[in-house]
């Protein structure tokens, strides 16, 4: 006899290996943005025009605007993998300590994974998201510096090698303060958004389907909700936590001039105005919820047929 098996149950190297593989893709198509943004973060009056300009005279174009794309791949790959192992397990921990109405599945849904409350969503995304950061932080580093125009390492082995010698172990860790303020808050809000989007959506559609007579909501659609569910998250979170994001630029990029989080803000406030904190907006909003609904419509959809029957 067949047995069902929950997606929210899959076990965790199915987890792993559909974040893995929705991180990477998503980093290998967004590079570009990624890259742009850096180049515009990196200075106090930074131009797009002007860092697109620089990229066209460049006699590889594409190599150019994909320069980082290895350790941006290993960082967002495995940041994906993590994270989202890290959310599930912790999930399954809300759930043994929850009780049943906490922790439901939308019959018929979009949705792969469990249904909690808001609370639960904003906590396990903060946690998950600083975990992951953490584990990943010199990747992270390595990434930056290898998209901004300050440094030219021929690669990712020679970078480390001198983020070592120039500021030892501690190097690595450059603007994680900054990166754990922007993305433990921002990782928990972006699930509570990202969920109740979809939930609200779930239940015009589905409303729909029972009109015609069918009692699921099919793939494409799931897919489709889910994707737009990420899109209105993405942007929502990025746009919240920008400043900390190109205070985590500078301080990764010049870790001598830029030591901390309130100097660097203080000194970009200074020398550029409010504005040096909005750098890169635009780019990172676009990057960040064109990542987010591709890794986690990926992401569910992997899950959703690890469902079908054994």
């Keep these: ?6 997606p929210a149950r899959a076990k965790p190297g199915l987890h792993f290996a559909s974040g893995l593989g929705s991180g990477i893709a998503s980093a290998v198509i967004l590079q570009p943005l990624d890259f742009l943004k850096t180049r515009v973060q990196q200075t106090g009056r930074p131009s797009l025009s002007a860092c697109l300009r620089d990229a066209r005279r460049s006699s590889q174009l594409i190599r150019t605007l994909w320069r980082g794309t290895v350790p941006s791949a290993l960082r967002t790959g495995f940041g994906s993998a993590l994270y989202l192992t890290s959310l ?10 929850g009780d049943a109405e906490e922790w439901r599945r939308e019959t018929g849904g979009s949705s792969a994974l469990p249904d909690l409350t808001y609370t639960a969503n904003l906590v396990s995304g903060a946690m998950a998201r600083t975990i992951a950061g953490f584990c990943l932080m010199p990747l992270t580093v390595i990434k930056v510096r290898f998209e901004s ?4 390492y021929p690669s990712m082995i020679a970078a480390a090698r ?6 030892g172990l501690r190097g690595f860790f450059s603007g994680f303060g900054a990166t754990a303020i922007r993305d433990a808050p921002s990782a928990g809000m972006y699930v509570v958004i990202y969920e109740s989007f979809k939930k609200r959506i779930n239940s015009w559609v589905f409303t729909s389907y029972l009109d015609t007579g069918h009692a699921t909501i099919s793939g494409p659609v799931a897919s489709s909700i889910n994707f737009s569910s990420a899109i209105v998250a993405g942007a929502a979170c990025s746009a919240i936590s920008n400043p900390f994001d190109a205070i985590k630029t500078r301080i990764q990029l010049q870790p001598h001039q830029f030591r901390n989080i309130w100097q660097a803000a203080s000194v970009m406030v200074a020398q550029d105005g409010f504005r040096s904190l909005w750098n890169g907006l635009a780019l990172r909003m676009s990057r960040k919820a064109l990542s987010s609904a591709l890794a986690w419509t990926v992401y569910e959809e992997l899950i959703r047929k690890s469902s079908v029957t054994a």
């Design 149 to 152: 125009s300050l440094y030219s």
């Design 162 to 167: 001198e983020i070592q010698r120039a500021d």
């Design 88 to 97: 599930n397990a912790i999930r399954q921990h809300v759930q043994q300590m």
């Design 1 to 6: 006899m067949n047995e069902t098996r929950s």
